[in-house]
């Protein structure tokens, strides 16, 4: 079975404590990209990693942070220093990073909140 | 500033019903369009792409088309169905960035 998959779907947190928030897929591809997603908003990006071992800030990243040290994974951690982290978190993930011509295929979310 | 508006904002039909959904745009240069579909509480899911030579993309009973002339795009969904209800995304890429522009979403409701 194919697919991206986030964990855990639902997270609390209480303020001033780090939380990481799981991604991963079997797709085989190279792209991957966090996003975050707020009521009456478009998604935004968080982080996104082209390549193993690399990743690029997105338009958002002050909070957050990424690694990607396999292919198949690129764990989010959300920081104390987001000041406002309760929102929906889709990771997804595309063949290569062209966004131009390869579509994102996203994963079931995770949905955050800061008690 | 590269923006994505859909309208309405959410829209509620009877089951059976047509309606269309609108998206205008000023990213520019364009390089194509999406249009996702995201149920409540799941990742979007891709429903058409389009590139700015095409004006019409049909995908079982959603048909979305384009002008890039007036930079709008609209996604018609035809006999509606109960499992239509989510919120439809319509996603812009610039040619120049390659960055994806998302719009704020549609949110559907389809009552019986």
């Known amino acids: 079975d194919g697919g991206i998959t986030q964990s855990p779907k639902y997270l609390f947190r209480k303020e001033g404590q780090n939380v990481t928030l799981s991604c991963e897929q079997n797709l085989n591809h190279d792209a991957m990209y966090w996003y975050r997603q707020d009521p009456g908003q478009g998604l935004r990006l968080i982080y996104y990693s082209q390549i193993v071992n690399d990743f690029q800030k997105g338009d958002i990243a002050e909070g957050y942070s990424v690694s990607r040290e396999k292919k198949e994974s690129f764990p989010l951690t959300v920081t104390s220093a987001q000041k406002n982290p309760t929102a929906f978190y889709l990771c997804?993930?595309?063949?290569?990073?062209?966004?131009?011509?390869?579509?994102?295929?996203f994963g079931p979310g995770t949905r955050l909140t800061v008690l | 500033k590269n923006q994505v508006e859909q309208s309405p904002q959410s829209l509620i039909i009877l089951e059976g019903k047509n309606c269309t959904l609108q998206?205008?745009?000023?990213?520019?240069?364009?390089?194509?369009l999406r249009w996702y579909k995201q149920d409540t509480g799941r990742g979007p899911v891709s429903l058409t792409i389009m590139t700015f030579s095409e004006n019409t993309k049909s995908n079982g009973r959603y048909t979305a088309t384009l002008d890039a002339d007036t930079k709008q795009s609209s996604l018609h969904i035809t006999a509606s169905q109960l499992s239509d209800s989510a919120s439809y995304i319509c996603v812009v890429s610039g040619s120049v960035t390659g960055k994806l522009i998302f719009g704020q979403g549609t949110t559907l409701q389809v009552k019986p």
């Open positions: 998206c205008n745009y000023t990213v520019s240069p364009f390089s194509n």
């Open positions: 997804a993930s595309s063949i290569r990073d062209r966004a131009s011509t390869d579509t994102q295929y």
